[in-house]
Each structure stands twice: as structure tokens, then as C-alpha cells.
């Protein structure tokens, strides 16, 4: 039976494509970006997320704990990972849901349970699914599946990708996908692994592919200041962009700190700490030199 690791559903989106649609979160995801407001979508399997403030130190969680992964540091409970399997019983006991577990194991059937209920809404709006991540394409066979499944419904399929997936995983699944939703943040390739810790050659070779096809794609460039927002990176996408055989748009992101209480909560370090949101009036300047290129564009969160 073909399963998935997802870590999140969300319902009533408005954000991931047209109309009113549910979003389903894939864990894992290849890239490694300074600015991820998803850390828990970053690692392929199930995590253990802490949140200290809603701790009461009951002490619960250390006596259901048959590996002692779980141990007092002054006030302070802590997880040693090294001795963890991932069991559960910790976060099952949390009577203030302090630990949590981030992502769960889904089959195609209980991911289109899921997905049914809402197709009143996407009828009525024109919306449907969105699959995201992480990366979506890093699970591969669940992904394909998914998708079937959402055809046989006959449910519009959005596909938000970063791109970066041998050719023949796209080609496997594309004729199930109505949009994509393909992330584009930087084009010289140093910087790219820099932040992101993976060359754009192959991100960028899909997506020239993918338009040839004439699939409806729309580029996400999310605006991080002193990363990607410098003219040259805006105009380098503008002349890759405008190229482009077929081409539905590109949104702007601006960047945004939302998730940044998710990093201490999964012990991870926040490499961009010090960053603050784009300006209106340079989110207004990086949508007008686009539009120079005849590229239609859109501005948003």
C-alpha cells in the first residue's frame, strides 16, 4: 500500500492556487534555504516539536518514556534525539500538547478522505488541491498516486514545487497537474548553494522543460532583502522569465519571520535572524522591473 509523510493539512486555502482549496504538506525537502518558515518540512521523517511555554513540568512525558530519551535539565525537560525511536507516548500524554509529533504516515485513501470532504468548495470556487511541501516530488509514489486519485475525482491539481528532482520523477507525474506552483529564488548558481545548499542548474533546466510542454506554470519569487532582492537577480529572472515558451506569471513573496518560533521549538538554528520584511515600495520596485519584461505579475504574502 502506497503511503506518505505529511506533517500538515490545511483547509480553506486561498493562497496555493485559485479558488478555495486544501493544501497538503509533504515532509522533506532537498533544499536546506536560510529563510524556510517550514523547518519541520525540512527532514523526511517524523519529528518531535517542544513548545517550552505551554510546559507545565508535570513530568508526565519522562515516566511514559520507556527509552529515557526524556530527562530534567534544571526546570527544564529535554530530549536526547540519539536515544528517541519516535514512539509517540510523549507527545500522546502531553496533557498541554507541549511535544508534539510533526507528521504522520497517510495512506492514498485517508489523504482523499481528507480531500472529499471539501469538494462542495472547490466546486463552488473553482479551487481544489494544492500539494506542497517540503517537496512533494521527494515522495515520488505517493505523490503519483495522489494525483490519480484526484483526477479519477476529477479535483484540479496544483503541483508547488521547488524543481529540483531528476526530470523523469516531473515527467512521471505532470500529466496530473493543472498548475505549478515552481519556486525560482536565485539565478547565479554560487549563491544558490550558498543559500540553499543546491546548484539551480537542474531547477532551472525543469522548468524550460516543463514550459516547452506548455504546462501552466506560475513562478513564485519570494523576496528575501539582502539575499535575492538586488536588481541584477530581479532582472537575471526577468531575461530567464520573459524566455520562458509558456508562462501563467510570477507572484512575489515578500519574506516574512512567521515561522521562526518553529526553529527553537525543534532545536534548530535560525540562520537569518536579524532580517526584516521588504518594503512595500521595493516590493512595488521589484514588480515594475518585471513587468518592463512584458511578465505579468502579482504581489501578495
Known amino acids: 500500500m502506497t503511503t506518505g509523510i505529511i506533517f500538515d493539512i490545511r483547509k480553506y486555502s486561498i493562497h496555493d492556487g485559485p479558488g478555495i482549496r486544501t493544501t497538503i504538506f509533504f ?14 518540512s525540512q527532514a523526511s521523517l517524523v519529528e518531535i516539536m517542544y513548545r517550552e511555554n505551554r510546559c507545565i513540568r508535570c513530568g508526565a512525558c519522562l515516566e511514559i518514556c520507556t527509552r529515557g530519551a526524556l530527562s530534567w535539565d534544571t526546570d527544564l525537560i529535554i530530549l536526547d534525539k540519539e536515544k528517541c525511536d519516535l514512539c509517540g507516548d510523549c507527545a500522546d500524554i502531553c496533557y498541554t500538547e507541549a511535544r508534539q509529533m510533526v ?38 509514489d505517493f505523490l503519483h498516486a495522489l494525483l490519480q486519485a484526484c483526477k479519477e475525482k476529477e479535483i484540479h491539481t496544483v503541483l508547488d514545487t521547488c524543481g529540483f528532482a531528476p526530470w523523469e520523477i516531473l515527467d512521471r507525474v505532470r500529466g496530473y497537474v493543472d498548475l505549478f506552483l515552481y519556486d525560482l529564488k536565485l ?3 554560487a549563491k544558490h548553494r550558498q543559500f540553499t545548499g543546491v546548484s ?4 532551472l533546466k525543469n522548468l524550460q522543460v516543463l514550459s516547452s510542454h506548455g504546462h501552466h506554470i506560475i513562478l513564485r519569487l519570494p523576496v528575501i532583502p539582502g539575499i535575492n532582492d538586488d536588481d ?6 526577468a531575461v530567464f522569465a520573459a524566455a520562458l515558451p509558456h508562462l501563467d506569471g510570477i507572484d512575489i513573496l515578500p519574506y516574512h519571520r512567521i515561522g521562526l518560533d518553529k526553529y527553537s521549538r525543534l532545536n534548530m538554528d535560525y540562520k537569518l535572524p536579524e532580517i526584516s520584511s521588504p518594503s512595500s515600495d521595493k516590493i512595488a520596485a521589484i514588480a515594475q ?11 501578495g504574502d
Open 27 to 40: 515532509k522533506g525537502c532537498p533544499l536546506n534555504c536560510w529563510w524556510c518558515h517550514n523547518p519541520e
Open 103 to 140: 507528521g504522520q504516515e497517510m495512506t492514498i485513501s485517508q489523504a482523499m478522505a481528507e480531500i472529499e470532504r471539501d469538494i462542495a468548495f472547490y466546486d463552488q470556487s473553482g479551487g481544489g488541491v494544492t500539494l506542497s511541501g517540503g517537496e512533494p516530488l521527494l515522495q515520488q
Open 187 to 189: 539565478m547565479e548558481d
Open 200 to 203: 539551480n542548474k537542474l531547477i
Open 232 to 237: 541584477d537577480n530581479v532582472r537575471h529572472i
Open 289 to 299: 522591473t518585471l513587468r518592463e519584461f512584458g511578465l505579468p505579475v502579482k504581489t
